[in-house]
């Protein structure tokens, strides 16, 4: 399983090589009835075994339940996860110096 911190360890990274840094954080709203409101619901999916190790199956199945009946809310908003984007720069143009 990767790290989902990953993104906000990339500034001290590039920094740590000498690479001059910038980041660039991106979260979306979600109206009601848009599909991407859906996504943990397809991740717990795809996760049961994993996630039936931390919770009950019958509460998982609970759990799962309970979210199917807010995104029936007809003014159920969300939000995207935080995306960050990072990107630097070297001293070095290139050519030749």
Do not use: C
Request: hydrophobic share 35%.
């Amino acid at each position: 399983m990767g790290d989902p911190d990953a993104g906000r360890k990339h500034l001290q990274l590039f920094r740590a090589v000498g690479i001059d840094a910038e980041v660039r954080a991106e979260v979306l709203a979600l109206p009601p009835g848009h599909p991407y409101l859906r996504l943990p619901l397809q991740m717990a999916a795809g996760l049961k075994p994993k996630l039936q190790t931390f919770v009950d199956p019958s509460e998982l199945k609970q759990l799962i339940a309970n979210a199917e009946n807010e995104l029936k809310d007809p003014n159920r908003w969300g939000t995207t996860f935080t995306l960050l984007q990072s990107w630097g720069r070297t001293g070095h143009t290139g050519g030749n110096k």
